[in-house]
């Protein structure tokens, strides 16, 4: 595991997922403001559509997301190739390289975020790429695991799965917001559960010992997880939109003469 830990992928993924969210919803509500000058005096609407990474406010940051994207994976990649290099055990170096290949495909990612018009859709591909290596990494890290670090674990890949496919249905609907928002949710669901994943692996606690059915426990905090996120998500929804769309026109009544 490189100097980002698991609280470190926790955090990024949290920091990302809520940035996606804020975004999608901002670039919805703004396309259900009616437009003053419609054709023939009709009003029309913005149309949505999705993009693989968005743009800050400020022209002078319009790159930011993938500029972070690209740093920080390179800054976790080195740190692994360094520690794999100063380790004399085989194993632990292919450990090393293993979890750096993942941080490589996530800076591939916000390589192509930077010129997103070189070809059709290749930031999305890139994306996904990176959200199936990292499943992929998730899957094979199993190997000499005991039963409840690989309980925890299996769930966090079905997540970054969903993942994966919810950012491929949102490359092939981008008119459409709720493929985004399963992007946003899986990306926060992920940070959640990696901040669990290190709580139960490295502070175990007595509970594990107390509760014999640790399996069923892990499922139900999962399902904790699930729904707190989800209930995240729909306040995030409801603020948004408060902020996006103005309140409508009241005029006051008029009195009698």
Same mark, same amino acid.
């Given at each position: !595991?490189?100097?980002?830990?698991?609280?470190?992928? /926790?955090?990024?993924?949290? =920091? =990302?997922?809520?940035?996606?969210?804020?975004?999608? &919803?901002?670039?919805?509500? %703004?396309?259900?403001?009616?437009?003053?000058?419609?054709?023939?005096?009709?009003?029309?609407?913005?149309?949505? +559509?999705?993009?693989?990474?968005?743009?800050?406010?400020?022209?002078?940051?319009?790159?930011? @997301?993938? !500029?972070?994207?690209? =740093?920080?994976?390179?800054?976790? %990649?080195?740190?692994?190739?360094?520690?794999?290099?100063?380790?004399?055990?085989?194993?632990?170096?292919?450990?090393?390289?293993?979890?750096?290949?993942?941080? #490589?495909?996530?800076?591939?990612?916000?390589?192509?975020?930077? $010129?997103?018009? #070189?070809?059709?859709?290749?930031?999305?591909?890139?994306?996904?790429?990176?959200?199936?290596?990292?499943? #992929?990494?998730?899957?094979?890290?199993?190997?000499?695991? $005991?039963? *409840?670090?690989? @309980?925890?674990?299996?769930?966090?890949?079905?997540?970054?799965? /969903?993942?994966?496919?919810?950012?491929? *249905?949102? !490359?092939?609907?981008? $008119? $459409?917001? %709720?493929?985004?928002?399963?992007?946003?949710?899986?990306?926060? &669901?992920?940070?959640?559960?990696?901040?669990?994943?290190? +709580?139960?692996?490295?502070?175990?606690?007595?509970?594990? @010992?107390?509760?014999?059915?640790?399996?069923? *426990?892990?499922? *139900? =905090?999962?399902?904790?997880?699930?729904?707190?996120?989800? #209930?995240?998500?729909?306040?995030?929804?409801?603020?948004?939109?408060?902020?996006?769309?103005?309140?409508?026109? %009241?005029?006051?009544?008029?009195?009698? +003469?």
């Amino acid at each position: !595991m490189s100097c980002l830990g698991y609280a470190g992928r /926790a955090a990024c993924l949290l =920091l =990302l997922g809520t940035w996606w969210t804020y975004r999608v &919803l901002c670039r919805y509500f %703004l396309g259900q403001e009616k437009d003053e000058d419609g054709f023939e005096g009709e009003k029309c609407r913005h149309k949505y +559509r999705s993009t693989a990474s968005f743009s800050c406010a400020r022209r002078s940051w319009d790159h930011l @997301e993938a !500029m972070l994207k690209v =740093l920080v994976p390179l800054f976790a %990649l080195t740190d692994e190739l360094i520690s794999g290099w100063a380790e004399s055990s085989i194993h632990s170096g292919v450990d090393h390289a293993h979890h750096g290949m993942t941080y #490589f495909f996530f800076m591939l990612s916000g390589l192509a975020d930077l $010129n997103p018009t #070189f070809l059709p859709d290749l930031d999305y591909v890139t994306l996904i790429l990176a959200t199936v290596m990292h499943a #992929f990494s998730i899957f094979y890290d199993l190997h000499g695991r $005991n039963s *409840l670090d690989s @309980e925890v674990h299996m769930m966090l890949f079905y997540v970054v799965v /969903a993942c994966a496919v919810s950012t491929a *249905l949102e !490359m092939c609907y981008k $008119n $459409n917001v %709720l493929p985004a928002l399963c992007r946003s949710y899986f990306t926060l &669901l992920q940070g959640t559960w990696y901040y669990q994943v290190w +709580r139960l692996t490295s502070h175990p606690g007595e509970e594990w @010992e107390i509760y014999s059915p640790s399996q069923q *426990l892990v499922s *139900l =905090l999962f399902t904790w997880h699930v729904a707190g996120v989800f #209930f995240l998500v729909m306040v995030c929804v409801a603020c948004v939109r408060r902020s996006s769309i103005p309140e409508p026109f %009241l005029p006051s009544k008029i009195l009698p +003469r």
